[in-house]
């Protein structure tokens, strides 16, 4: 691997960052999302934090919550180094030249971690009131664990999907794949099932990191040791991954195109029309009535993923009230947000693939514009609280009146929030973070203060 | 196969689940020949390209460039190629002299004044390429697939959008290019293009060649006509 100043691609980035900040200038807007959540960190202190009030529950607190936030940043960076290798912006520039795999992974790598490097402070800044109630250590310690978690879920990430490209085209695992790809092509199946895999094998490291964490808080030694176990697996991670890159990289390409190729095979003009959703448009005021229905076949067509995103959120909102527990209904609800948040999302993006010249040929009124996708948005979230809904009515009845009240609260606070922070296109997702974690933050105020009303 | 051409393929198919976009598919190109790919909207062009330029893996039959086989050597094939596609993607916040940089940087050899003065960039090649038009970006891709003198030019489409000096500039180079050597295959729908430069045209319809003839020996009838009448004699079949 050569030194990262004679990589040309490493160079071209420098200089792209270059143009790119001498157009945008000098931003603080970073600040912005971090305050927010520090914000939520202290709204949400009663919930996030509630192990300081018990005794003797310090270290199983820090490993608890070191392991959870942990885990969000190696989710997150399984995604994010997913989008650098696999369907980044790169692949389409570079595929027509004969690129050095050994070369380009460092470049992929370099710059998917420097475009999330605030994750692990962003997400740990939850925790930031540990060090106001005089627990500094114990912040310092979730904070070097989600540094942990992005660490090995970037570097983690691409050796397993270079991987997965080998596990795609193998004849023998070919028999796994049909039976577990679902309706998507067998081909495709290694690649949706990987990020799973690298929060699998980087929540191991994680889960020890985490458990280090706890063991530090009681003067163990030992506790250091397994605090470095992500920076040991991301080392042990990153030494296949030149050699699974020049037999890997280039076919990575291809089978992107047969799976592109057989999802255009299977698709029918009459279901290329059909849209989630396009049905409730009839309960819409009428002056909004047709952007909304092209709101919902935006995001239907181009960001089906986040859109159907909303029904994963609900189920894993279920998994976690699925319980006779009386807090059961308040973590549902908290999951189910925080996923509703991270959905909701989706309005920023919808706004940041609007084409520029659309908007100036055929000018539609903004506010009817973002009332349309506010209702948009607020139809998708629906997805998050059917099967949290259903759960909790099933399991601790008259309490799922008070889980559907709040969820749709924030359902409709999150379409708003999305709505208006997509007026400033992609830099939208910015004041988007930040108010939905506060959004969220509140929600966790509320479940905690009415933790009693709802069970 | 023969050993000297620069683009080869034989018994080329392509399936996509029920979907077959090209069957017996059979052509060679020689070096310093012009040859010109043509055919109706989905008649397997850009199919047949894509597999000529490894992104995409046939389901049966050889494809080599310069005698590399594109499937088993992706990096090699690459290497023996320009390639413009019929949307290319580019930097945008590069400007095109920097992006041509990149580009010799990974081929290990071109000439980026030459690359751009060839398509009529210079003036503009310190812009960014986010301010460009979409035949300045189609300049920029002709550019990079030309800049390092490949053997063989493989264009999808690449003349669309050009301003007239231009296309008359890239023209002249590729013929030019032909001459010293190289082999280009250009996909295209403007049929004036193939017969005032082509020396050969490889005719798609539903996948399969339908013709292959010499520009030279079409006559007086005319490249439309036996386009539409090869058209028309495939539909029947």
Not at chain 1, 90 to 96: A, E, F, H, N
Not at chain 1, 272 to 277: E, G, K, N, S, T
Not at chain 2, 82 to 100: H, I, S
Not at chain 2, 228 to 235: F, R
């Amino acid at each position: 691997m050569e030194l990262p100043l004679a990589n040309p691609h490493l160079k071209a980035w420098r200089r792209a960052r270059a143009h790119r900040r001498a157009e945008s200038g000098f931003s603080l807007g970073w600040l912005f999302p971090l305050a927010a959540v520090a914000a939520a960190g202290w709204m949400a202190r009663t919930v996030l934090l509630g192990f300081l009030a018990v005794d003797d529950a310090l270290a199983a607190g820090v490993t608890g919550l070191a392991m959870r936030l942990g885990l969000v940043c190696c989710g997150a960076m399984a995604i994010f180094s997913y989008g650098a290798l696999v369907r980044g912006e790169d692949r389409p520039v570079l595929d027509p030249h004969p690129v050095d795999p050994g070369k380009l992974l460092p470049y992929l790598l370099l710059r998917a971690g420097a475009e999330r490097w605030a994750w692990p402070l962003g997400v740990s800044a939850l925790a930031w009131p540990l060090v106001f109630y005089g627990q500094p250590v114990a912040f310092a310690l979730i904070v070097a664990v989600c540094f942990g978690g992005w660490l090995v879920g970037l570097t983690l990430g691409f050796p397993t999907y270079l991987a997965a490209i080998w596990a795609a085209e193998s004849p023998s695992l070919a028999l796994v794949f049909e039976l577990i790809r679902g309706t998507n092509p067998r081909l495709q199946a290694a690649l949706i099932y990987a990020p799973g895999a690298v929060l699998a094998l980087g929540g191991v490291a994680v889960y020890a990191a985490a458990s280090g964490a706890g063991l530090v808080m009681v003067g163990q030694p030992l506790g250091v040791v397994l605090l470095v176990a992500p920076l040991i697996l991301s080392a042990l991670a990153w030494l296949p991954t030149p050699a699974l890159a020049r037999a890997y990289y280039f076919r990575t390409t291809t089978l992107l195109a047969e799976v592109d190729g057989m999802y255009a095979g299977m698709e029918d003009p009459e279901e290329a029309r059909r849209v989630y959703l396009d049905w409730a448009v009839k309960f819409t005021p009428a002056s909004v009535r047709s952007e909304t229905l092209k709101e919902l076949r935006h995001g239907w067509r181009g960001l089906r993923s986040w859109v159907t995103g909303a029904w994963g959120a609900g189920l894993v909102g279920a998994v976690a009230g699925w319980s006779a527990d009386p807090v059961a209904p308040a973590r549902a609800a908290l999951v189910a947000g925080a996923g509703m948040v991270l959905v909701g999302a989706v309005a920023v993006r919808l706004s940041s693939t609007d084409p520029m010249w659309l908007d100036r040929s055929l000018p539609v009124p903004s506010n009817r514009r973002l009332m349309a996708r506010g209702f948009a948005v607020f139809g998708w979230l629906q997805g998050a609280i059917v099967p949290v809904a259903a759960v909790v009515g099933v399991r601790q009845g008259g309490a799922v009146l008070g889980v559907i009240v709040m969820l749709e609260g924030m359902a409709l606070l999150i379409a708003i929030v999305g709505a208006a922070s997509s007026r400033m296109r992609a830099k939208g997702m910015l004041p988007y973070v930040a108010l939905g974690a506060l959004a969220w933050a509140g929600l966790a105020g509320v479940t905690g203060i009415s933790g009693g009303l709802l069970s | 196969m023969s050993a000297d051409a620069a683009i080869s393929v034989s018994g080329l198919k392509k399936v996509y689940g029920r979907v077959e976009a090209v069957s017996q598919v059979d052509f060679q190109v020689a070096p310093g020949e012009f040859a010109a790919l043509i055919g109706h909207n989905g008649a397997g062009k850009s199919t047949t390209l894509k597999i000529l330029t490894s992104q995409l893996l046939p389901t049966e039959g050889a494809v080599s460039v310069t005698g590399i086989d594109v499937v088993a050597d992706p990096a090699g094939a690459r290497a023996a190629f320009g390639y413009v596609p019929e949307e290319p993607a580019l930097y945008d916040y590069l400007t095109a002299r920097e992006f041509l940089e990149l580009v010799v940087e990974i081929r290990g050899t071109g000439d980026i004044d030459a690359a751009l003065a060839m398509t009529g960039l210079g003036d503009d090649a310190d812009r960014l390429i986010r301010e460009y038009s979409q035949g300045m970006r189609r300049k920029t891709a002709l550019a990079a697939a030309m800049v390092s003198r490949p053997p063989v030019l493989i264009l999808d489409e690449a003349l669309n959008g050009l301003d007239p000096p231009s296309a008359a500039r890239v023209k002249a180079w590729l013929r030019s290019a032909c001459d010293e050597g190289a082999a280009v295959l250009l996909s295209t729908h403007v049929l004036e293009t193939v017969e005032r430069l082509a020396d050969r045209v490889i005719m798609l319809a539903h996948g399969k060649v339908v013709a292959d003839e010499r520009v030279a020996d079409i006559g007086q009838s005319g490249l439309e006509n036996l386009f539409l009448e090869k058209i028309a004699s495939s539909l029947e079949g």
